[in-house]
């Protein structure tokens, strides 16, 4: 059982060895419960964890935890078969406060654990426990679109794939592909290849989700693969809408679309640079990095709110596959290219604030 507050966390161990109980090696979300609770208490900042765990289990897990390279916190092992008199020094206060206590420096919550009101010895249990899970791995910055649409089924997916041995890292490079096949597609210019690279590039919005959810699921985040997601996100991006403007030119299409193509495909590559180099600044990969730290106050924040439906990432790309499929992407060209300049210009008025603090 894990119980938590902003100031401490426990983990009480016991409870699994009781007959019906769940098993230690039961895995939800793609890892074993001891697994899952320790890493779980160690994001959350806890120092040193107790593992409380039955003697004859206590030295072989203790060992495999603390020898796993995504450890990083002090474990400390205490075996429930001690009678609770075996030593005098465990029932001072000062002594027993450390193993009933994790403290969590800095204050935090404990992120994503199986709730221990689900019976995950079994199936529907397990079942039940690994839907929360997948719930907690919704953002609160998610878009109206991600929120209604995207996420659902990039959950969906992300649910089918958690026990495999597929990594963030793989389905980030998943995801890059078929931007990239859609961008391929523009190059073409007719209707049916432009209506194929709009569906392409919704669907990699859709799979841009399932990375993040699984390296939150299975405590697989880092700063490399933040950045290979943003990266992939900015490159794909670029390449489209350049791709867009080379297939009005090969279709014979008035100039002034070409210009709004390349416009676009510009600003998107500005908006990335300058992104860039907050993130560099901010130490992270995590474009929503910057959305939590903007200044407040100030035009800026209006604006950006005023932007924040219309030009974010999950309704954009919706817009162009029905515009794709419809036959109006190439005749939006000009409304593209306005909302891509507004927001480069977004951008920039976020770089020249954050220098100024």
Known sequence: MI?????AGMVDLEPVGRPGAADLD???????LLTRAVW?????????????????????RLASLAAHPRTTATLIGWSCDDPPVASARLLRYDDIRPVAEIRARPPAPLGPAPPPEEDLATRAGRERALGRLL????????????????RRISLAITRRLVDTRLTPHHLTAVTFAVSLAGAAFALDGGYAATATAGVLMQLGSILD??????????FE?????????TLGDDASNVLFWAAVGIGIARRGGHDLL???????????????????LLLRRAGRGDFYVLRERDPEGGPLRGLVALLG??????????????????GLLHPMMPAFALGAVMTALVSLLRVLRWSRR
């Open 258 to 276: 070409v210009l709004a193509a390349a416009v676009t495909s510009i600003a998107n590559l500005v908006v990335a640079l300058l992104n860039g």
């Open 135 to 150: 719930d907690s791995c919704r953002k609160p910055v998610d878009g109206l679109v991600a929120r209604h649409l995207n």
């Open 3 to 7: 119980r938590s507050d902003n100031e």
């Open 221 to 229: 985040t880092s700063k490399l693969g933040e950045w290979l997601d």
């Open 209 to 218: 989700g399932c990375d993040g959810e699984l390296a939150r699921l299975r």
């Open 309 to 326: 439906v219309v030009l974010r990432q999950d309704f954009f790309l919706l817009l162009v596959m029905l515009l794709a499929l419809v």
């Open 40 to 60: 779980t208490l160690q994001a959350a900042g806890a120092q040193p964890i107790v593992l409380r765990l039955p003697n004859r289990d206590l030295d072989q």
């Open 26 to 32: 039961t895995r939800v979300a793609g890892l074993d």
